[in-house]
């Protein structure tokens, strides 16, 4: 499976809205959509499992693909940088 990075989103997209779109360019395995830990509320941006064929055609053609008036940015998932941990400030 590869992993594609949807960013751009609609806030009012749903893992729905967002399954579907990519249905039309192969199968999905998965889609997580971000939320704040704070608020619940979207972030903007998740994650969609499709086969790595299917996941390039749907790169092609999504990127820049506008949903909900906003130009969606699509590619191949990259793995999170190593962070130092964070250190506990309060006082």
Wanted: positive net charge.
């Amino acid at each position: 499976m590869t992993t594609i990075y949807v960013g751009n989103l609609p806030f009012s997209a749903t893992e729905t809205d967002v399954r579907g779109l990519f249905e039309q360019h192969g199968a999905v395995q998965s889609v997580k959509l971000v939320n704040d830990r704070e608020t619940g509320r979207p972030r903007g941006f998740g994650f969609v499992e499709m086969s790595p064929t299917d996941a390039q055609t749907a790169i092609q053609h999504l990127n820049s693909y506008n949903m909900g008036g906003r130009p969606l940015r699509v590619n191949e998932a990259r793995e999170r940088e190593a962070r130092p941990p964070r250190q506990n400030n309060r006082w």
